[in-house]
């Protein structure tokens, strides 16, 4: 249990609390109340204190915990429940499961590494210490055929948090890679529980590298920290994907897949470019012309011939004349 002096400073940070109220509401003495003050600060949480006025909670620890992500997080239900683990195998494992159990819309699994992540077309994911490791259970009323945009929402949902947190560019490459110039950051990994006709539950999950050094990465792989040459609050960056999940998702229950494609659209690295896509037993080459509505990629070949791709790998081709 969160110990009283922390929950009385969470629940009043928008002012400072006197060492005397604190004393009073948690029934303890002010010598107390300082021993807890200075042990919450060797923890990490960041505690101003101002003669006169008392103390006022500035910062949590960037620890993936319930207490930290759901501190002043302004959603309605994504995040409002949350499971969280120091090492699981993968969250989107321990999500689905949790989902079978019936846990509600919005229950976040977190953790701080995974010893089996899983990536797409059956891939692992290296998950060492530093990132962000978090799967979503969602319930959507829709038809298997909608899921994709799940998953391209989801793209959405992460390009935006990472550039207006950490000011970093990131854009997508189709269909779900998050991606810094020539570095993959991130990924997305959804999956279902469906009928023919009806979506049970959808498990989102999401892996960034935040502050991952190098050495735990795959060649190819970034991570903001060294992008931005600082560490990156993760708690914050995990709580603003999950402001913007919830309002795309809100934005595609509405109007279905229209405004996710132009976001998708907008963010893309990978429209307007040579691209060579590995797909089922086939390599296809050409311009990446487009998304369309079921979420594929539409790639124009050297003889004019207009191909759609709903799965596979993309590789982004140099023009001869591009610079590097
Ligand atoms: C990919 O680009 O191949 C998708 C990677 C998805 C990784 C995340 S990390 C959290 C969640 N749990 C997993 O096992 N995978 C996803």
């Not at 501190?71 to 969280?84: C, D, E, M, N, R």
């Not at 195998?89 to 977190?110: D, F, I, K, M, R």
């Not at 891939?123 to 530093?130: I, K, L, N, T, Y």
């Not at 080459?285 to 079921?294: C, L, P, Q, R, S």
């Amino acid at each position: 249990m969160e110990p009283a002096v922390l929950a009385l400073l969470k629940k009043n940070s928008a002012h400072f609390v006197s060492g005397e109220e604190i004393s009073r509401r948690v029934r303890i003495s002010r010598a107390a109340v300082w021993k807890q003050v200075r042990r919450l600060r060797a923890q990490g949480y960041l505690i101003e204190s101002l003669p006169h006025r008392g103390y006022c909670l500035q910062a949590v620890p960037d620890c993936l915990l319930p207490e930290e992500i759901s501190w002043k997080l302004p959603t309605a239900s994504f995040g409002q429940s949350i499971v969280s683990f120091e090492k699981i195998s993968s969250t989107n494992t321990a999500a689905y499961t949790l989902a079978e159990q019936g846990l509600p819309e919005g229950t976040l699994v977190v953790a701080e590494r995974q010893t089996a992540g899983r990536g797409r077309l059956g891939r692992a994911w290296a998950s060492p210490p530093g990132g962000i490791y978090a799967s979503l259970i969602i319930r959507p009323d829709i038809g298997p055929e909608l899921s994709p945009f799940l998953t391209l929402l989801t793209a959405c949902a992460v390009t935006q948090a990472v550039r207006g947190y950490s000011g970093i560019r990131v854009d997508i490459k189709w269909p779900n890679d998050i991606y810094y110039q020539t570095s993959k950051i991130g990924g997305i990994l959804t999956e279902m529980n469906a009928e023919m006709d009806c979506v049970h539950f959808v498990i989102i999950g999401f892996g960034l590298n935040v502050n991952s050094s190098a050495a735990g990465l795959p060649a190819g792989a970034g991570s903001l920290s060294d992008i931005a040459g600082k560490k990156i609050n993760r708690v914050g960056l995990l709580q603003e994907i999950l402001v913007h999940l919830e309002s795309l998702y809100g934005e595609f229950r509405q109007e279905r897949h229209t405004s996710i494609l132009g976001r998708w659209r907008e963010y893309s690295c990978t429209l307007g470019r040579r691209v060579r896509v590995a797909a089922h037993h086939e390599v296809i080459e050409g311009v990446a012309e487009d998304i369309d509505a079921a979420g594929a990629l539409c790639v124009r070949e050297a003889n004019g011939k207009r191909r759609r791709v709903l799965s596979g790998d993309v590789e982004l081709v140099r023009e001869p004349d591009q610079p590097s």
